[in-house]
């Protein structure tokens, strides 16, 4: 029979607990909009206890960025196999979970919340980014890649970005047409670049030659030779 004693926390376990309840309300508000003594209420434990684990509020929103920050990162993994339309859609489908479940805190991250301007947030906003662009080349089957290629896909992940937030401001867009649509949106600047250089053309080209005839890049082609005639 249990006695109703409540464990206590390690230091450790006490710290992440902290970086869980924050996320989840960084989650749903804006970080400038949450305060200390909400987070404690939350954790069920004082406010100057928080601060014994957290200097301050802004520790503990970079605490909760570095797992975000993970989680996004970790939403671009995919393996390689199958055709690249397919594992793009489930990329992006994962992409645009995180955004539906952590909005206002992914727009905080992206457009600056009370971290501003420190240079621990922005090297986990680069981290995202970069771990985003490193997958993306690795489905590409590119290791090093040329100029113009780096330049489309670096692009494409601001895209996706900047999609994200503008959907977040009012959802007037179904999700999965905004999912397929970056997913064409990358194989038509990279039928751009090949179209300039023959590097991303023959790059391309394979990977073109085993998408079904269901598959978002095949859908794009006909809907393109459609709106031509």
């Known amino acids: 029979m249990s006695t109703g004693t409540r464990r206590r926390l390690g230091v450790e376990e006490r710290r992440q607990q902290l970086i869980g309840v924050a996320l989840d309300l960084f989650s749903r508000r804006s970080p400038d909009e949450v305060s200390i003594d909400e987070i404690a209420s939350a954790a069920g434990i004082s406010r100057p206890l928080v601060y014994h684990y957290f200097p301050g509020k802004l520790s503990l929103y970079e605490a909760a960025l570095k797992r975000a920050s993970d989680d996004l990162a970790g939403r671009f993994t995919e393996p390689h196999e ?48 970069q771990a985003a662009y490193e997958q993306i080349l690795a489905h590409l089957g590119v290791g090093e890649p040329p100029a113009r290629l780096e330049l489309v896909v670096r692009s494409w992940i601001s895209l996706a970005e900047s999609t994200a937030l503008i959907w977040l401001d009012g959802r007037r867009v179904p999700r999965e047409e905004l999912e397929v649509q970056l997913v064409q949106s990358l194989g ?42």
């Open 188 to 229: 038509a600047l990279l039928a751009v670049s090949a179209a300039h250089d023959t590097e991303t053309a023959e790059l391309l080209r394979p990977l073109l030659k085993q998408e079904p005839g269901d598959g978002p890049f095949t859908d794009l082609v006909t809907r393109l030779v459609t709106l031509a005639s």
């Open 82 to 129: 199958g055709p690249l339309g397919a594992r793009l859609l489930r990329v992006m489908a994962r992409f645009f979970d995180f955004v539906d479940e952590h909005g206002p805190g992914f727009s905080a991250l992206m457009r600056g919340g009370p971290a501003v301007g420190s240079t621990t947030t922005n090297a986990l906003i680069d981290s995202v980014r």
